[in-house]
């Protein structure tokens, strides 16, 4: 069965830091491209970021460079996402999500694994 | 950056009848490789999404045939026929031709 499995989301005081993880299975990882995707309360989907199979590629939007880190460990079947300097707009549902095989478009996605910034 | 506007954000529909979603994009979807990356998603309350639609038409793995997808360049529609209450939710479109970018959603509700 294909899956994914996020983990590493809680609760974090504003300016710290944070890894979520997504650990995939029943596939072969390497060739898919991967994303995250968040979703505040109440507040529609946005993505955040991609990477290629192979690790190699990465693109943000705006609104995440400089702050969001996408990286994959393809030898774990994982892929991670690094936040800095957490702000309480941060606050959401992060979503790990694939690409489809030699697409794009996202096929499956995560349960999600939830962020909350405050003090 | 590519821009998607749905509408309408709120579709109250009967069951058994049929519901229409819009969505526009700000550029042409159509990729250099010539595909149109226009996907539909359907988010269930307390779900994580699902993928409906890709490619403007093509429907995914599971999906009822309710479901249909049409559009070109950058006009797109969603159609539900026969509306369920399964159904009830919230419908994103995504472009995927450069980077990523989802609509602000439209929630389904029964009447």
């Known amino acids: 069965e294909v899956q994914l499995v996020e983990s590493g989301g809680g609760l974090v005081q504003p300016g710290g830091s944070l890894r979520l993880s997504c650990a995939a299975s029943?596939?072969?990882?390497?060739?898919?491209?991967m994303n995250w995707v968040r979703q505040a309360p109440g507040k529609g989907l946005e993505w955040i970021s991609y990477i290629v199979g192979s690790g190699t590629v990465t693109h943000y939007p705006d609104s995440a460079k400089g702050r969001f880190t996408i990286s994959r460990d393809n030898a774990k079947d994982s892929v991670y996402l690094e936040i800095h300097n957490l702000r309480a707009d941060d606050t959401a549902v992060y979503y790990c999500?694939?690409?489809?095989?030699?697409?794009?478009?996202?096929?499956?996605w995560g349960k999600g694994t939830a962020v909350t910034v405050s003090s | 950056d590519i821009g998607m506007t749905q509408t309408p954000l709120s579709l109250p529909v009967a069951l058994g009848q049929s519901a229409s979603i819009s969505c526009r994009s700000s550029q042409s979807l159509v990729h250099r490789d010539g595909n149109t990356y226009l996907s539909w998603l359907q988010q269930r309350p307390g779900q994580p999404p699902r993928l409906l639609i890709y490619?403007?038409?093509d429907r995914f793995s599971g999906v009822p045939d309710r479901f249909s997808g049409s559009g070109a360049g950058t006009d797109f529609t969603l159609k539900i026929s026969r509306v369920e209450a399964e159904d009830v939710g919230v419908y994103y479109c995504m472009q995927a031709t450069e980077l990523r970018t989802f609509g602000q959603g439209t929630k389904l509700e029964i009447e």
């Open positions: 029943g596939f072969t990882f390497s060739a898919h491209a």
């Open positions: 999500a694939r690409d489809a095989d030699r697409n794009f478009y996202i096929d499956i």
């Open positions: 490619k403007v038409s």
